[in-house]
């Protein structure tokens, strides 16, 4: 638009220039004659002509200036545009390198894990007899044995208020096994083994007739063998047995968030697609967990005693 206003001046003005001329020449002509008054407008009309020109050829120089000074800026634009391209790809080749090594150390760390635990024991450390009671939600008190994926189980009080949690998952269920490792909770809501506990020293959850959990002192202490068990977990993640609030994880690290956080996977898969599983083995991800938790304190444990060494 504004190249084609410029045009429409220089138009403009050669049209006054000719005018003028033209009038110049009349006037001349009428004083001086013809012959004198051509050769006036011809050599005003040649300095009109070279000007132009000049100033034509002066716009496209400065054209062809500003045209370079953008191709220069956009060739150099575009260089670094490419280097930093390919200092990019470079960088992504690298990570992408060094990410191969990592899966590839991962691949093998895991297979290593797999190679050194194969011969562990594929059943758990500690569960739940399966006569220990629970209360559903409807208020009927059952036996663990008749526990159904999806029953809703009293698995904590709060002010009073019971809280009830679905079952969503039932790592096993078998025959002789211990309870010692499960976790109860205290007065602080700390975990604590159930081997742990001492008469006269700690102070458990219990609930009362009041629908209220209630920290009273351990007084007696007594082993037993049974010839059932079962291991579930609530979404709660806790559950109140035979009157005591209890964990569901058991030999596991003392910390009920953690083995939340490391449930959730399953947690959440059991919404999508719940589970079915109700063997004597153990739960497939239930058993990486303890394999891998396994392998962890072998290999803390064998550190300790090459330090001491």
Not at 41 to 47: D, F, L, M, T, V
Not at 51 to 58: A, I, N, S, T
Not at 258 to 277: E, Q
């Amino acid at each position: 638009m504004e190249r084609q206003r410029e045009q429409q001046e220089i138009a403009r003005t050669a049209i006054e220039a000719e005018e003028k001329r033209q009038r110049e020449y009349n006037e001349l002509k009428r004083r001086e004659g013809e012959a004198i008054a051509k050769a006036n407008i011809e050599k005003q009309r040649a300095e009109d002509e070279n000007k132009l020109r000049e100033k034509k050829e002066k716009e496209f120089e400065n054209i062809k200036d500003d045209l370079n000074s953008r191709i220069k800026k956009l060739t150099e634009d575009l260089k670094n545009t490419t280097e930093d391209l390919k200092n990019t790809t470079e960088d992504l080749k690298n990570k992408t390198e060094d990410l191969k090594n990592k899966t590839e150390d991962l691949k093998n760390k895991t297979e290593d894990l797999k190679n050194k635990t194969e011969d562990l024991k594929k059943k758990g450390k500690g569960c739940f007899w399966l006569e220990t009671q629970v209360k559903l939600e409807s208020g009927r008190i059952i036996r663990m044995s008749e526990l159904q994926i999806g029953d809703r189980v009293l698995s904590n009080i709060r002010n009073g208020i019971a809280e009830f949690s679905d079952v969503y998952l039932i790592a096993h269920i078998g025959q002789l096994r211990l309870t010692t490792t499960h976790y109860v909770f205290d007065e602080n809501l700390s975990i604590i083994f159930a081997k742990n506990l001492r008469p006269g020293e700690k102070k458990i959850l219990v609930s009362d007739d009041n629908n209220r959990l209630v920290p009273v002192f351990v007084d007696d202490i007594t082993n037993e063998w049974h010839d059932k068990y079962i291991s579930f977990y609530t979404r709660a993640g806790s559950v109140i047995a035979d009157g005591v609030l209890c964990s569901c994880y058991d030999h596991c690290p003392p910390s009920q968030t953690l083995m939340d956080l490391v449930f959730s996977p399953v947690r959440w898969w059991t919404h999508i697609m719940p589970s079915t599983h109700r063997e004597e083995h153990l739960h497939p991800y239930v058993q990486f967990l303890e394999t891998t938790y396994l392998s962890f304190i072998n290999a803390v444990k064998k550190s300790k005693r090459l330090v001491e060494i």
